[in-house]
């Protein structure tokens, strides 16, 4: 219980670097959504385990270098410190590494403790600095001529390219959260390498020794951080500070995942020693320096003119700034721990001691072995059988709600259907109804033609009575009134006041609306000022008029005139252009 108290501020760096540092290597491909976070976040965590498990040594031994912590309450203390001088820089947007900031605690803590400080590995740390982005600038430069070039010769499909370029991500990513993990869990739990227990597990494949658990320890500590905080830090990479293309963003990761993959691998520095050519420093480099160097590799190769050098001297002056400040920190800590808390922060026994863990056998030799392969056979046992239920479940669900979309798609079919015909059944019946009404108006016009020629036919045969009885007439005086009586009834039948009212009738029918708007615009017209300006509407002459209306054409004129003057026409102004536009 002490131990995993004294370890708590490591687990919070780890968590802290896996809710930051997983941006750099799935934060283009989340922010562009060309993967989505749950994902991303699966296959960086399991990588990262991996990475720091199988691989995490090699970082752990120089930084034990240049200083072994060899007291938890020094371990707690100079993790805690690195931490918060992290967690102060940022928080003043000054640029900031888990690995500077670790580095200048240890050096913090040898200064403490009177022991000297490894200068020739301190050396070989702080070329790491600047080396590291400076490769990872040459690496992205090398592989995004090529990325391009390929492209440019195959030319493949887009559709196909899109797939390509997935696939892609997710093995880069795969890559870079592995070569994490083997880097950077250093700065989480290489201070606590002298706390590890004397023990090893063996699971049949592989072998864990007291070292390994603790990386494995730490490596969780970074899943959880990626799995509980990056995915909001990895929208903010992808969509805004690094504005890329999913080609860059392959090139960027993958530059990024071999900078930190050969200053954590061991057998990469051993093969180069055997053939007789210096050794790579492993040591943490910071993932987003080298990421910072990738972007500006591919922007020198894009052609970009200008390169903000006030950026590169934050960054420069945080490289100075940060290990000075943890420095300062881990020295003040240390000393209120040691004499307020009475704490020992490092012991006299181990004093010029250092620690090696490259040689893959960290452990004692009488260390107990225990057996984990039947216990670890049952485990992936159940780890299969809950997987597999998980995706029995899994299926049935996307199969009911396949089964749910389509019958929710039925359902909207029908109702669409349903309305449809209800649409078209109104529309018939408006139509019916139409017809009717012109069959009926049709039918209405028909009688009334029939009863007109009824009523001629009556009036010329009353003509034709008449004329006969005028013929028979001897008396001159009778006949001249019989005449009169005959040109009267002919000019009363010339009145046609029952077919002009019939053609007002339908006129004022199909121009209700006009009638409307002119009654309103022109409240204080006549009705017969109405009737004229309706005739006015259909073009008609003033000779026209005249006639339907019963008056002579030089009262059609008088009438014209004064409605001008109610319609408040100027001189100039057609009066019946005015009335066909209003």
């Not at 968590?15 to 934060?27: M, P, T």
């Not at 800590?333 to 893959?360: C, M, P, R, Y």
């Given at each position: 219980m002490l131990l995993l108290i004294f370890l708590s501020s490591g687990l919070f760096l780890g968590?802290?670097?896996?809710?930051?540092?997983?941006?750099?290597?799935?934060?283009s491909a989340v922010g562009s959504k060309m993967i989505r976070f749950r994902k991303a976040a699966f296959i960086a965590s399991i990588f990262v385990v991996l990475g720091a498990v199988f691989q995490g040594r090699g970082t752990a031994d120089t930084l034990s270098s240049l200083g072994a912590v060899d007291a938890l309450a020094g371990g707690f203390t100079v993790s805690l410190c690195a931490a918060l001088t992290v967690f102060w820089m940022t928080r003043y947007a000054i640029p900031v590494s888990t690995s500077q900031a670790i580095v200048g605690a240890i050096?913090?803590?040898?200064?403490?403790?009177?022991?000297?400080?490894?200068y020739t590995v301190l050396t070989k740390i702080v070329s790491t600095w600047v080396s590291g982005p400076v490769l990872g600038m040459a690496f992205a430069a090398g592989l995004f001529l090529l990325l391009r070039g390929f492209l440019r010769r195959t030319k493949i499909h887009v559709i196909k390219l899109d797939s390509?370029?997935?696939?892609?991500?997710?093995?880069?990513?795969?890559?870079?959260?592995?070569?994490?993990?083997?880097?950077?869990?250093?700065?989480?739990?290489?201070?606590?390498?002298?706390?590890?227990?004397?023990?090893?597990?063996?699971?049949?494949?592989?072998?864990?020794?007291?070292?390994?658990?603790?990386?494995?320890?730490?490596?969780?500590?970074?899943?959880?951080?990626?799995?509980?905080?990056?995915?909001?830090?990895?929208?903010?990479?992808?969509?805004?500070?690094?504005?890329?293309?999913?080609?860059?963003?392959?090139?960027?990761?993958?530059?990024?995942?071999?900078?930190?993959?050969?200053?954590?691998?061991?057998?990469?520095?051993?093969?180069?020693?055997?053939?007789?050519?210096?050794?790579?420093?492993?040591?943490?480099?910071?993932?987003?320096?080298?990421?910072?160097?990738?972007?500006?590799?591919?922007g020198l190769v894009k052609g970009a003119r200008e390169i903000k050098l006030k950026a590169l001297g934050e960054i420069a002056a945080g490289w100075v700034v940060t290990p000075l400040a943890a420095g300062?920190?881990?020295?003040?800590?240390?000393?209120?721990?040691?004499?307020?808390?009475?704490?020992?922060?490092?012991?006299?026994?181990?004093?010029?001691?250092?620690?090696?863990?490259?040689?893959?056998?960290?452990v004692a030799e009488n260390?107990?072995?225990?057996?984990?392969?039947?216990?670890?056979?049952?485990?992936?046992?159940?780890?299969?059988?809950?997987?597999?239920?998980?995706?029995?479940?899994?299926?049935?669900?996307?199969?009911?709600?396949?089964?749910?979309?389509l019958l929710h798609q039925q359902n909207n079919y029908y109702q669409a259907q349903k309305t449809l015909s209800g649409m078209e059944v109104t529309a018939v019946h408006l139509e019916n109804s139409l017809l009717s009404q012109k069959l009926e108006t049709k039918r209405r016009e028909y009688i009334n033609i029939a009863l007109n020629i009824s009523s001629q036919r009556e009036f010329l045969q009353s003509v034709a009575a008449k004329i006969d009885e005028i013929r028979l007439v001897g008396d001159q005086q009778?006949?001249?009134?019989?005449?009169?009586?005959?040109?009267?009834?002919?000019?009363?039948?010339?009145?046609?006041?029952?077919?002009?009212?019939e053609l007002y009738a339908q006129i004022e029918l199909i121009h209700k609306d006009f009638r409307q708007k002119l009654a309103n615009a022109f409240p204080d017209l006549t009705e017969q000022e109405k009737r004229l300006a309706v005739l006015l509407r259909l073009n008609f002459s003033s000779k026209e008029i005249a006639s339907l209306m019963g008056i002579s054409?030089?009262?059609?004129?008088i009438a014209r005139y004064r409605l001008r003057k109610k319609l408040n026409l100027g001189k100039g102004e057609s009066l019946t252009f005015f009335i066909q536009n209003l």
């Open positions: 968590w802290s670097l896996g809710a930051n540092d997983a941006a750099n290597i799935f934060g050096i913090g803590w040898s200064m403490f403790a009177g022991l000297p400080t490894n390509y370029i997935r696939i892609s991500l997710i093995v880069a990513g795969a890559f870079g959260a592995y070569s994490l993990g083997a880097n950077n869990i250093a700065n989480v739990m290489g201070v606590f390498v002298n706390a590890a227990p004397d023990v090893l597990l063996n699971f049949g494949l592989f072998t864990l020794d007291g070292v390994q658990l603790l990386f494995l320890l730490g490596g969780l500590a970074i899943a959880l951080g990626i799995f509980t905080y990056s995915e909001r830090v990895m929208h903010t990479v992808g969509n805004g500070i690094l504005s890329l293309s999913p080609e860059a963003a392959i090139v960027v990761v993958l530059s990024q995942a071999l900078v930190l993959f050969i200053f954590s691998s061991s057998s990469l520095s051993a093969f180069l020693m055997s053939m007789g050519l210096p050794a790579i420093p492993l040591v943490p480099v910071s993932s987003t320096q080298v990421v910072v160097g990738s972007v500006i590799g591919i300062i920190l881990t020295y003040i800590a240390l000393f209120f721990v040691q004499n307020v808390f009475k704490l020992q922060v490092f012991s006299i026994k181990a004093e010029g001691t250092k620690i090696h863990l490259d040689t893959g056998t960290a260390a107990p072995e225990i057996n984990l392969i039947l216990p670890a056979i049952l485990a992936m046992s159940a780890l299969a059988i809950i997987i597999l239920i998980f995706l029995v479940f899994r299926q049935q669900k996307l199969r009911l709600k396949t089964e749910n979309e009778q006949l001249l009134e019989q005449l009169n009586d005959l040109s009267l009834m002919v000019k009363q039948k010339m009145n046609f006041s029952d077919e002009t009212e054409p030089k009262s059609a004129e």
